[in-house]
């Protein structure tokens, strides 16, 4: 787990990369966009997904969830119980804000197919719900956490020979 600042956007950085190609990849695949879309279209999508994610996640989502996270009445000591608190919060502000980013791009690429707004939104929320939580807990989250324990919080406390 991130111990400063700068720890922490790392690890933002390397759990948003993860995130944003899956659930993008996911949502791809989901609406039957994947074969329509060229190349420059995807990465465009994955690139403008990947700087809203990043941003949503350290000036909003994250500083919210934290604070929801460390509210709650439970033994912090123990660090699943933090991990899980944090990836529900985490998951739950990430999806809502990023469902909304998503039905913004699906208008745009005309793959609403006529729905209203609000029943897209509420489809959308269920649908990466149920793909990013499981995500987070099962796959990124604890490859992030030893990607970046190995290769960030290792190199820091090494130190620098002259």
Not at 24 to 30: K, V
Request: glycine fraction near 6%.
């Amino acid at each position: 787990m991130p111990r400063t600042k700068k720890e922490e956007f790392y690890f933002g950085l390397m759990m948003v990369t993860g995130m944003v190609i899956f659930m993008t990849s996911y949502n791809l695949i989901r609406i039957d966009a994947w074969e329509t879309l060229t190349w420059q279209t995807v990465l465009l999508q994955l690139l403008v997904g990947y700087v809203v994610a990043f941003a949503v996640e350290m000036f909003v989502v994250g500083p919210v969830a934290k604070k929801l996270a460390f509210a709650l009445p439970y033994d912090k000591s123990k660090k699943l119980f933090v991990i899980l608190s944090l990836a529900f919060f985490m998951v739950t502000g990430m999806v809502l804000s990023m469902s909304l980013f998503g039905l913004g791009m699906t208008y745009y690429s005309g793959h609403l197919n006529g729905q209203s707004l609000v029943a897209s939104y509420i489809s959308l929320c269920f649908h990466n719900f149920i793909f990013a939580f499981p995500l987070q807990l099962i796959v990124m989250g604890p490859l992030v956490r030893f990607l970046f324990s190995r290769f960030v919080q290792n190199r820091a406390s090494k130190p620098v020979l002259q």
